[in-house]
């Protein structure tokens, strides 16, 4: 795993310490380079190694491109409200997996394709279940609502597989 170290960052009761910038040697990010914390970096590459690519092999007979996310660091609270505990994404330590896309161009995505019963659907469901083995929180739309349309993957401290 090729990555490049993240200057360090703190304000308004977040941060952005032990950080880094994946560039190469496992499935590509989409936007690319989030600054994501050490952990979360391993743990998404051991997700892309052992769930990820052998997954895309086997349910939908090629290779990923791409991990199409919806963020990794934001200063805020869970949920975006106005009090409570910050979100682990106020620490780099997380990260919203909206969908996947295929080396033909295939795209998958978790909002309104994680339920059905054809190949997109197992091999969501199987990222998500790949997942629980790398991350420590990882909560999809079987969990709420809020997580409808993506995986929210992280390295912090509650352990919980939805």
């Given at each position: ?7 360090p ?91 996947f ?11 309104n ?50």
């Open positions: 795993v090729r990555f490049v170290e993240s200057p960052g703190e304000g308004g009761g977040c941060s952005e310490l032990d950080g880094v910038r994946l560039t190469g040697g496992m499935t590509l990010l989409s936007p690319a380079r989030p600054v994501m914390t050490c952990r979360q970096a391993l743990a998404y590459a051991l997700w892309d190694r052992q769930t990820l690519r052998p997954a895309a092999r086997e349910v939908l007979g090629e290779p990923l491109a791409r991990v199409d996310h919806m963020g990794t660091y934001a200063c805020r609270n869970m949920y975006g409200r106005a009090g409570g505990p910050r979100s682990q994404h106020a620490f780099a330590n997380a990260l919203d997996v909206g969908g896309t295929t080396a033909s161009g295939r795209k998958l995505r978790v909002l394709q994680f339920g059905v019963q054809d190949d997109r659907g197992v091999f969501l469901r199987r990222a998500r279940d790949g997942a629980c083995k790398a991350f420590h929180m990882v909560l999809s739309p079987d969990y709420n609502a809020a997580h409808k349309d993506h995986l929210h993957l992280d390295s912090g401290f509650y352990r919980r597989c939805d």
